[in-house]
């Protein structure tokens, strides 16, 4: 059975996802400070702990595949932690869901089927403990629509919504005079994103160090 270290275990995410690996052969979280004991890492921290992790793992040479599903990276802590891809694999998602992979599929195939001038909105909800506003899910959403490369697409808005307790709700809306096509992803509890978690950790056993995403594991 590998072994697991779990940077941000006595979070909400971390909690979930130790829920599911006592259901799981693949993985054992071995509690105790990161090693070569350890097979590999899933990061559900804050930002600043996620580089901390980082300098640690190349302080102590180790080069263990890492997957991050931490939100709230400034522009300059992304660049510290692709630095760092080159030493060790990293796979950097703000969704690890596979609901959020396959809607990304659907806005693909909607974006290539535009025929007229549109407008993107896209809304994003949240609980109301949510740190980072918009979500990581709704920027990565808007930059893979940007890479798309539509000249029918005039804007690209991101609304956010703080409030009760939803785990996650990502509205994606297409707009003219003459349509409104919608697409929508809501999680129903935490535990899509910790099975996607221990599943991207699964993928990224052997990988060799780079940058990953999502359809690098998947395809």
Same mark, same amino acid.
């Given at each position: ?44 921290? =804050? ?88 979500? !990581? ?24 919504? =703080? ?26 509890? =935490?535990?899509?994103?910790?099975? !996607? ?23």
């Amino acid at each position: 059975m590998n072994k697991l270290f779990l940077n941000g275990s006595s979070g909400k995410m971390g909690e979930a996802i130790k829920i599911l690996l006592k259901k799981n052969t693949y993985f054992k979280v071995l509690d105790e400070d990161i090693s070569n004991a350890h097979d590999c890492i899933i990061d559900f921290s =804050r930002p600043e702990a996620t580089i901390k992790l980082l300098e640690n793992c190349k302080n102590k040479n180790l080069s263990l595949p890492i997957v991050i599903g931490t939100t709230g990276f400034s522009d300059e802590q992304l660049k510290v932690i692709k630095n760092y891809s080159e030493l060790f694999p990293i796979l950097l998602s703000y969704n690890l869901s596979d609901g959020i992979y396959n809607m990304k599929k659907g806005i693909k195939s909607i974006v290539q089927d535009l025929k007229v001038p549109v407008n993107c909105i896209i809304e994003d909800i949240h609980h109301i403990n949510k740190l980072d506003s918009p979500s !990581g899910t709704a920027i990565d959403i808007k930059n893979y629509i940007v890479n798309l490369s539509n000249n029918f697409i005039n804007s690209i808005n991101i609304i956010s919504k =703080r409030e009760a307790d939803f785990f996650g709700i990502h509205h994606v809306r297409f707009e003219s005079d003459e349509m409104n096509i919608s697409i929508s992803h809501k999680a129903l509890s =935490r535990n899509i994103f910790a099975q !996607g978690a221990i599943n991207a950790a699964i993928s990224m056993i052997d990988k060799k160090p780079g940058f990953y995403d999502l359809d690098a594991i998947k395809n």
